[in-house]
C-alpha cells in the first residue's frame, strides 16, 4: 500500500511516549520503518542501546539527546543521527511536549540496562 493515512497509522505508547507508526511491513514497506513520537514534558528517557542506525529529525518542541554520553540540547528542525550499537537517551526537561520524525531499517531492537530486549512493534 502506498500511501498511509493518519487515520490508518497506529499507536504505541511505551514509557509515557506515544509512538506512531506510519512505514514499517504492516503498511507495505519492505526496507524502512518511520514513525513520529510525540515526548510529554519532563519525561525522563530510558536508556537504550539501538541494533539499527536511526535518524531522528526533531519536528516541534526541545529536546536533550545523548548518544554513546555525548548530550545535545536539540530543537525544532534539528537531526539527530545514532549509530548501530549506540546507547542512545532523549529527555524532556523543555517545558513543553515535543514531536519528532524517526526512520530506521526494518528490524530494529533496543536493548535496555537491565539487558531486556524489545522489538518494537511500530519499527517491525
Do not use: K
Not at 525522563?44 to 541494533?51: D, I, K
Not at 536511526?54 to 549509530?83: Q, W
Request: hydrophobic share 40%.
Amino acid at each position: 500500500m502506498p500511501y498511509v493515512r493518519a487515520t490508518d497509522a497506529v499507536d504505541h505508547e511505551v514509557h509515557g511516549v506515544r509512538f506512531t507508526a506510519y512505514a514499517n511491513p504492516g503498511t507495505g514497506s519492505g526496507q524502512l520503518a518511520a514513525w513520529r513520537g510525540e515526548i510529554p514534558d519532563g519525561t525522563a528517557g530510558v536508556p537504550h542501546t539501538v541494533s539499527h542506525e536511526e535518524v531522528l529529525y526533531l519536528l516541534s518542541g526541545s529536546l536533550r539527546f545523548s548518544i554513546d554520553g555525548e548530550v545535545a540540547e536539540l530543537s525544532a528542525g534539528d537531526v539527530v543521527i545514532a549509530p548501530a550499537g549506540a546507547r542512545l537517551c532523549v529527555d524532556n526537561t523543555s517545558g513543553a511536549p515535543a514531536t519528532m520524525w524517526v526512520s530506521t531499517s526494518i528490524g530494529l531492537s533496543v536493548t535496555l540496562p537491565d539487558g531486556t530486549t524489545i522489538t518494537p512493534p511500530w519499527a517491525n
